[in-house]
């Protein structure tokens, strides 16, 4: 019962990860610490950084946020489960907004990076804008229609207190009902901004689909669709998902694998003809290590 209340609280659309080339992983109850991979790439692989920045930022934000609601029975229950698994400096305070029909989340961990549990910094807040529902937090998952929306507040997360990356922006996620297959379906969009140590800015938009699947005795969020960008170094790009992405329902605190397990992808920049295919490897091995060819040349990443 305990396993299937935690799966069933973090179904929403889950914004993949696609760190290619980020240079570190995240420490995971499935795999072991490894050293920092430190490889030089050429400047075109900035868009893969950035489009992976995005989406690591949008799934990690995402799991803090079902953190945040696990447990709690009702709408304005404070979270109870967010310190343990991220940080005690997190705080989470609810509040009813009846002219909008929202009941608003507010994780905050405050205004200085704090080193969280999974070794990554944070600082800022993330809000979250429930649909509300009769009931419990489950129906603004499960409601065909119902759309829960994220945005943040002076928010930025890294490896380090000193390259954290600021995120700025909006993401949304609507139960759209079952497909034909009797599967839930959520739609996904994100508009964001990130901002780099450096003062670097990027920005990233993307509308996915995401279906809950059941693969053996496993549930696996499906995933197709598209994302574009502009890189820091003013690159315009587009990706799109060639076969669907297999991601584990449960989270990686639970058991869940903490990375992609399969599928592939295309990226294309405006500036140049070639394109860069990234390869997540087999359904059910769970591993950082991933592969991308660019340019007729292959190379070994380690996801964060």
Not at 66 to 82: C, E, F, L, M, T
Not at 187 to 214: C, E, G, I, M, P
Not at 234 to 251: D, E, S
Request: charged share 10%; proline share 2%.
């Amino acid at each position: 019962m305990k396993k299937k209340i935690f799966l069933v609280s973090g179904i929403i659309g889950i914004a993949l990860t696609l760190t290619v080339f980020t240079g570190c992983h995240k420490d995971s109850p499935n795999t072991p610490a490894t050293n920092n991979n430190t490889t030089t790439y050429s400047s075109d692989i900035t868009s893969a950084q950035d489009e992976s920045n995005a989406s690591d930022a949008m799934n990690d934000s995402k799991n803090i946020s079902d953190a945040s609601a696990q447990g709690n029975s009702n709408q304005y229950h404070p979270g109870q489960n967010v310190s343990a698994i991220y940080s005690a400096h997190c705080v989470v305070t609810w509040a009813k907004d009846t002219l909008n029909g929202y009941d608003t989340m507010y994780v905050n961990f405050g205004g200085t990076p704090v080193r969280c549990n999974d070794g990554r910094w944070r600082q800022g807040e993330i809000i979250v804008y429930w649909a509300r529902k009769t009931g419990s937090l489950l129906h603004s998952y499960f409601d065909s229609a119902s759309t829960i929306t994220m945005t943040f507040n002076n928010y930025a997360a890294g490896n380090t207190d000193t390259s954290m990356i600021g995120v700025a922006g909006t993401r949304a996620w609507t139960n759209t009902g079952s497909n034909l297959l009797s599967q839930q379906n959520w739609d996904f969009t994100a508009n964001l901004t990130l901002t780099y140590a450096n003062k670097q800015t990027a920005t990233w938009n993307s509308t996915r689909t995401n279906s809950l699947v059941k693969v053996g005795a496993d549930y696996y969020y499906e995933i197709s669709g598209s994302a574009s960008g502009i890189d820091r170094n003013n690159v315009h790009y587009t990706l799109n998902i060639t076969t669907p992405l297999y991601v584990t329902a449960l989270p990686w605190w639970l058991g869940g694998c903490a990375w992609i397990e399969s599928g592939m992808l295309n990226i294309n920049l405006a500036n140049n003809v070639n394109t860069l295919t990234v390869n997540f490897g087999t359904l059910g091995t769970c591993t950082p290590i991933k592969t991308a060819t660019y340019n007729n040349h292959t190379y070994t990443f380690i996801m964060w």
